[in-house]
């Protein structure tokens, strides 16, 4: 106890009292969050586990019982065509969602590396689309997107369409109207991180390059980016985790619709648990996105710090 | 002297360039929050002018009036949920994450795990099982349980973020704390704290924010229209039949506005305590 790190040594007398008071109130620090936890993550997850494996139906709340049923409400999840639908939304969606964010604040990011004057009020603005509540932005989009609305107006004015997209209303279009929302809303993100990791790269890498002769681009390729390694990882790996979570943008824009075309993992779960009540394919499909989630951050976090132990 | 004289022009016109382009940069990122708020003064026929009017015609604030007049019960509603939120958090991952960065406990591993982990739950996985458990206890339609809902994402989040920032609180001065006879608490009080401010600064920002736009647990929770917060009461209220669109617009530009605001005014916490959490590990 005495003499690792953060504890310093005592000048008290030592006796195997104070030894374990001591102890005692270092759990202390830790045990509300830990309470929480339990409480609040663990025990919900494991709930979510339980529900998933009984038939469990609205009238169960009320106490009537909920039989155990082993996996049939995977198989009826897994036997939906909207589940694998929802899936490969997801997928859809998360991937261009973050490609697009990724690029766009990077090089945002680079550019606002230069020190020019309102800089500063410049990035406070633009950290805006990511702190407003969601519902906000995707309002704003219904509107933005809307049949009759501004980017149809610009899209046939630039001459790049002679019909107005029904964003919202076609199935074809759908789920790249909420993507381009999500984008927009992302930007943010990416930008603050990069621009900090920028930030963080000694300027004298740059000076030293400059006295070898390189120019601006390989100035960026062979110092930037891999002093930026890990800033991007952590970027990728954090956007993908929270991309495939959203839930917000997607319900109000279009719940899912029209027909599915815009259905993810997190809005069909939530129809199965709240919109039918079905709570056991609810859960089911609830802890498959979750094992998802989990195993995804697994691989990339394997693959991204390779002998890193977990 | 002629060489100074050009040298400093180029610079002028060189930053000048670059602050037009950062401001078309921000000014299309703005797009939609601008075009929020210039619609909340139009009518439903302005709106839908073609081609769109760039700045409200005929400003009126008749909109906002009656917006303003269905959301306000809701304000309150939503500023306890998110103070009580913003309370909680900070209580429970302050000293937790002070834990985790300095003291010799044991589980700590697995506790970080779980809130590692926590980061990838979805919402709806929480959301589900807490519906569930709070029915048996009367917490749904509570605020309590809203706030209790919103600290699943609050506490881990704010967690991260500060163990990064203690990490670097240098243990001389804690132990300089306990030479002088400051007991474990007195300690983390007097040194720590003060020192981790910016850290804790920007867990209170978020702990608020977080709530503040919170929707799927709201919707999940809660079906007594008096305890609706913002973002429930936007949702619901003013697109129950065809769709008034400025009125939309003036809503949500109502229920972001505190953060616009706030966030204006903060810029600094955030920005710092983003990457801290996220970058640092």
Redesign the interface.
């Known amino acids: 106890m005495d003499g690792s790190p953060g504890v310093p040594h005592k000048r008290v007398r030592r006796n195997r009292g104070t030894r374990l008071w001591r102890s005692l109130g270092d759990y202390a620090f830790l045990a509300p969050a830990a309470a929480f936890a339990v409480l609040f993550l663990i025990y919900p997850l494991a709930y979510n586990i339980n529900v998933s494996l009984r038939d469990f139906e609205i009238a169960s709340l009320l106490g009537k019982p909920a039989p155990f049923v082993g996996l049939a409400n995977f198989a009826r999840v897994l036997d939906d065509s909207v589940f694998w639908k929802a899936l490969s939304n997801t997928a859809i969606f998360t991937v261009a969602s973050i490609a697009f964010q990724f690029v766009i604040g990077l090089l945002i990011a680079l550019y606002f590396q230069k020190k020019f004057f309102l800089n500063a009020f410049f990035r406070a603005f633009l950290i805006l689309p990511w702190l407003i509540p969601i519902i906000s932005s995707a309002n704003v989009f219904r509107w933005l997107l809307n049949v009759n609305g501004p980017l149809n107006f610009i899209l046939i004015g630039l001459g790049l369409g002679s019909e107005p997209i029904g964003w919202l209303t076609d199935p074809h279009f759908a789920l790249w109207a909420v993507t381009i929302a999500n984008i927009w809303i992302g930007i943010p993100f990416n930008f603050v991180l990069l621009y900090t990791g920028l930030q963080g790269i000694p300027r004298e890498q740059y000076e030293a390059a400059r006295i070898d002769g390189a120019n601006g681009w390989q100035s960026t390729v062979f110092i930037t980016l891999p002093w930026l390694r890990p800033v991007i990882a952590t970027v990728l790996l954090l956007g993908t985790i929270y991309t495939s979570k959203v839930f917000d943008v997607i319900w109000v824009m279009t719940k899912g619709g029209p027909a599915n075309s815009s259905q993810v993992l997190a809005t069909y779960t939530y129809q199965w648990s709240f919109e039918l009540y079905h709570f056991g394919p609810g859960s089911a499909a609830a802890t498959l996105m979750f094992l998802l989630i989990g195993t995804i951050s697994v691989i990339y976090i394997r693959l991204a710090r390779p002998g890193r132990a977990l | 002297m002629r060489a100074h004289r050009d040298r400093d022009v180029r610079k002028v016109v060189r930053?000048?360039l670059?602050?037009l382009?950062?401001?078309a940069?921000?000014a299309v990122?703005?797009v939609?929050?601008y075009?929020?708020v210039i619609?909340g003064f139009m009518t439903q026929k302005e709106?839908?002018h073609?081609?769109?009017y760039l700045w409200p015609v005929r400003p009126t604030l008749d909109v906002w009036k009656a917006v303003v007049a269905s959301l306000a019960p809701s304000f309150l509603n939503s500023v306890i949920i998110s103070l009580g939120t913003m309370t909680l958090t900070l209580?429970?991952?302050v000293?937790?994450a002070?834990?985790?960065?300095?003291?010799?406990?044991r589980?700590?591993g697995p506790?970080i795990m779980?809130?590692l982990?926590?980061?990838?739950?979805?919402?709806?996985?929480?959301?589900?099982?807490?519906?569930?458990?709070f029915?048996r206890f009367h917490l749904t339609n509570s605020l309590l349980g809203l706030i209790?809902a919103d600290?699943?994402f609050t506490?881990?989040f704010a967690?991260l973020v500060l163990q990064a920032y203690m990490h670097n609180v240098p243990?001389e001065l804690?132990?300089a704390a306990?030479?002088d006879g400051a007991s474990?608490?007195r300690a983390?009080l007097s040194v720590v704290v003060p020192v981790s401010l910016p850290g804790i600064a920007t867990a209170a920002i978020f702990g608020f924010?977080i709530p503040?736009?919170d929707?799927?647990y709201a919707?999940?929770m809660v079906t007594n229209n008096n305890l609706q917060p913002?973002?429930l009461a936007?949702?619901q209220n003013i697109s129950q039949y065809r769709i008034l669109?400025p009125n939309?617009?003036a809503?949500?530009?109502l229920?972001?506005l505190p953060?616009?605001i706030f966030?204006?005014a903060a810029?600094r916490f955030?920005?710092?305590g983003?990457?801290a959490g996220?970058?640092k590990e």
């Not at chain 2, 002070?98 to 406990?105: R, S």
Request: charged share 5%; no cysteine.
């Open positions: 930053n000048t670059w602050t382009g950062g401001t940069i921000t990122m703005m939609p929050i075009w929020m619609s709106m839908f073609v081609p769109p209580l429970v991952a000293p937790a002070y834990a985790v960065a300095k003291l010799p406990v589980g700590k506790f779980t809130i982990a926590s980061q990838m739950l979805p919402a709806v996985v929480i959301a589900m099982p807490l519906f569930l458990l029915s209790l600290s699943t506490i881990p967690t243990l804690i132990e306990y030479i474990k608490l983390f924010l503040w736009g929707f799927i919707l999940t913002l973002t936007l949702y669109w939309l617009m809503g949500s530009a229920v972001a953060v616009i966030v204006l810029n955030i920005s710092t983003i990457t996220a970058v």
